[in-house]
Nanobody, 119 residues
């Protein structure tokens, strides 16, 4: 069982940056791939990006490539989503998740954190 808690959301102007963090419980954190997802109002939850358990591999949705980056610290049991050059269309609730593969399936989810980008 893994429990995940996101933090770092907020309001930012277009072009700005935000860093989201996800803290995980448990002693087996490095066994899990970690992913970030987002859900805008009235839309489905979309995959943003993922990172392998070792942290050596990452993958990103085309919409965020070159702007977002994911990293993890397997000592502190945290995963971070650094978001740069934010756009209003990045506005969503962002979720971190833990799973067996970098592109899923993801079995454990955090409660989400709101990111709002103003134009």
């Amino acid at each position: 069982q893994v429990q995940l808690v996101e933090s770092g959301g907020g309001l930012v102007q277009a072009g700005g940056s935000l860093r989201l963090s996800c803290a995980a419980s448990g002693r087996t954190f490095s066994r899990y791939a970690m992913g970030w997802f987002r859900q805008a109002p009235g839309k489905e939850r979309d995959f943003v990006g993922g990172i392998s358990g070792s942290g050596l591999r990452t993958t990103y949705a085309d919409s965020v490539k070159g702007r977002f980056s994911i990293s993890r610290d397997n000592v502190k049991n945290t995963v971070t989503l650094q978001m740069n050059s934010l756009k209003p269309e990045d506005t969503a609730v962002y979720y971190c998740a833990a799973g067996s593969g970098i592109v899923g399936p993801y079995d454990y989810w955090g409660q989400g954190t709101q990111v709002t980008v103003s134009s």
